[in-house]
């Protein structure tokens, strides 16, 4: 095996290792902590008056964590928005094209959103950033949307039609 080859089989181990700590993470930490979030806000808020003040940062916050975190999963799970009206109709060919084509527009935008958010990070930490009423810093979570970014990227050079090959074994 070539060097590249060896170097994109290590991208897939580490990306798809990433990928599912990242998706544990959303699903059995952040939208847990959502939705405690949200009903102890609604019952403080309705039954005794006294909204927490900072919940709508820190849901905000936590919600970011849950969507970021969930999006490379979901390619390698073939759980993303595609047009099925037309992509069904297309030839064997067209649809590796168009599986193609997805994952380089993927990589060119999760790329460019990676780089902006680790920048970011570092002048939202300069600056000590923190929310409106939340007085945490935000910095570690836009650092974080970027290392979702980073391996969301890495998902998609090591394998851009997973999703296509996860759909073709669902349907056997």
Known sequence: MSALGKGFELLDRVSA????????L???GALPALLS????????????NAPLQWSRDANGLL?????????????DRGHHIRMEI???????NWRLA??????????????LMTVQAVAFARYMAFIGETG????A????????????????????????????????????
């Open 17 to 24: 290792r990433a990928s599912e700590w990242l998706y544990a």
């Open 63 to 75: 919600l970011l964590v849950a969507l970021f975190s969930a999006l490379p999963a979901a390619w």
């Open 86 to 92: 037309f992509y069904l109709r297309l030839s064997e």
């Open 37 to 48: 979030m949200v009903t102890i806000d609604v019952l403080l808020r309705y039954f005794f």
């Open 132 to 135: 409106e009423d939340l007085a």
């Open 137 to 172: 810093p935000l910095w570690p979570f836009m650092a974080f949307i970027g290392f979702c970014g980073a391996v969301f990227v890495g998902r998609l050079l090591a394998n851009p039609t997973v999703a296509r090959r996860q759909d073709e074994d669902s349907w056997i």
């Open 98 to 111: 168009a599986d193609v084509l997805s994952a380089l527009a993927g990589i060119a935008f999760f790329g």
């Open 26 to 28: 959303g699903v059995y």
